[in-house]
């Protein structure tokens, strides 16, 4: 048996000698272990397996085996617009997206950056998304959405939204059902949730289309805690109007009261933190503390890659960094030295994997590396770096070195997505030309002016650099 590259075919693929991270028991690591699939699910996991007749064998050594990543909050129809936003605040994103230009999106656009966006999830090593796709401004664009996830071998949860429309109209809308209907399968690969987000009425305009996610026996997404929108105020609403609910994720869940944790918490709630998103654009702290101090169960997302980056390596990197940082800032704030950290490694390692799979509902056959299990699977494996030795600790090793350039195959429901670090069935000449196209489209409608002011937002007078580093200015106020 040899490692090979031709797979299909019901052939099974074992994975052989790696470490593997089962990640059932956060800390447990098997070294020189294999993992073999067989159809869609994972049959055994041993050292030196029996290979069956007809296997692809991939070798393993000297690689780590992790379950596949779980992003639960991706905004894939923007990604045609990668590093756009890159200096932007959540107020120049929402005029940007909200009022100026998010009208500009063609179906064709918002099928070009949810294939791109499925693309690099793939390649990233995140098998399972959540495309937070409040977009969709016409069902061609909703048409146009799942074309693209139904397109690239990855596993995707169409988190359906529309920012151009009243919640409370399109999510009761015949032809938004009609479409449900005919092209979201709800059958694990392609599944549903409902994106919905709170603008701040007291009357609750909204929960007509909380009570539609409840019609269709699907869990809500909503960003929550955002400094500025969706505060407590807003949790106090939905609670009294049984709108919070078993399922429900909780994007970002910043800057919130006690009061709202508890009512997550107690409503059995989940978290999607996005920890880069959360300190650059201002919507607070990422609330790692609050979730261990309520007992409110995490996943990671990564939220839109017109600003940050799009892997999950990123996202354990920023979330650990956050959580630590807080960490010493309170103990220094104390007088004290914090001389061991709570959160570890294998923590965050565990956010990203089987923390995704609990919020999706997917516990019993995403998340862990287990027998019986679905086949979704990413093996971590760079010999030509010189970053692949030595491995010491395979936890720390996975969150603080790798990169999406040591993702060598993915698996997805048992299927080679992935492999040799190369994506495979994904033309990306064709992918390219077709992202273009979006980028002339929008840089047209917005004028080049437009365009170059939308990229390079002013710095006020103000606030330069050099006067916030001495604290000579005044806070802006009123805003
Ligand atoms: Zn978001």
């Not at 030795?389 to 993915?410: E, K």
Request: glycine share 10%.
């Amino acid at each position: 048996m040899s490692d090979t590259d031709t797979f299909g075919n019901g052939r099974p693929v074992l994975l052989r000698g790696g470490t593997v991270l089962p990640m059932d028991d956060p800390r447990r690591a098997l070294t020189n272990t294999d993992v073999l699939v067989q159809g869609d699910r994972i049959t055994a996991i041993g050292p030196d397996l029996t290979v069956p007749p007809g296997s692809a064998v991939i070798d393993a050594s000297s690689g780590i085996v992790i379950p596949g990543m779980i992003d639960t909050h991706r905004h894939m129809w923007q990604t045609a617009l990668r590093g756009y936003g890159a200096d932007w605040t959540l107020s120049q994103y929402f005029v940007w997206f909200f009022i100026d230009h998010g009208k500009h999106f063609r179906p064709q656009d918002i099928h070009a950056g949810n294939l791109l966006a499925a693309a690099e999830a793939l390649d990233a090593g995140v098998t399972t998304t959540v495309d937070w796709s409040h977009g969709l401004a016409t069902t061609d664009h909703a048409h146009a959405a799942v074309d693209a996830l139904q397109a690239v071998p990855g596993r995707f949860v169409l988190a359906y939204g529309n920012l151009h429309r009243p919640a409370a109209e399109w999510a009761t809308d015949p032809a938004f059902r009609a479409f449900l209907d005919q092209r979201v399968p709800r059958d694990g690969m392609l599944d549903l949730q409902l994106a919905i987000d709170l603008g701040g009425d007291p009357s609750f305009p909204e929960k007509p289309a909380f009570e539609a996610a409840r019609d269709l026996g699907v869990a809500v997404t909503t960003h929550a805690g955002v400094w500025g929108t969706a505060l407590d105020r807003s949790m106090t609403m939905l609670h009294q109007h049984g709108c919070m609910r078993p399922g429900t994720v909780y994007v970002h869940g910043s800057s919130l009261g006690d009061d709202s944790y508890r009512r997550i918490a107690d409503t059995g709630g989940y978290l999607s933190i996005s920890a880069e998103s959360e300190q650059h654009a201002g919507q607070g702290y990422p609330p790692t503390h609050a979730a261990r101090a309520h007992g409110i169960p995490v996943s990671l997302s990564m939220d839109t890659s017109v600003w940050w980056s799009a892997d999950l390596f990123s996202a354990m990197r920023a979330t650990l960094a956050a959580d630590r940082s807080r960490e010493h800032a309170e103990g220094h704030a104390r007088g004290e030295s914090v001389t061991h950290t709570t959160l570890r490694a294998h923590d965050v390692l565990s956010w990203a994997t089987r923390g995704g799979a609990a919020a999706l509902g997917r516990s019993h056959d995403l998340g862990t590396i287990e027998v019986g299990k679905k086949a979704d699977l990413v093996l971590l494996k760079n010999d030509d770096s010189p970053v692949s030795f030595p491995l010491l600790n395979p936890h720390g090793h996975v969150v603080l070195q790798a990169q999406r350039s040591d993702v060598h195959t993915v698996l997805v429901n048992g299927h080679v997505a992935k492999y040799r670090h190369r994506l495979r069935g994904i033309d990306l000449r064709a992918l390219r030309d077709h992202v273009e196209n979006t980028v002339e489209h929008l840089r047209g409608r917005l004028g080049e002016s437009e365009w170059h002011k939308g990229m390079n937002p002013e710095v006020p007078r103000a606030k330069t650099i050099e006067q916030s580093r001495f604290g000579t200015e005044q806070p802006p106020t009123g805003q």
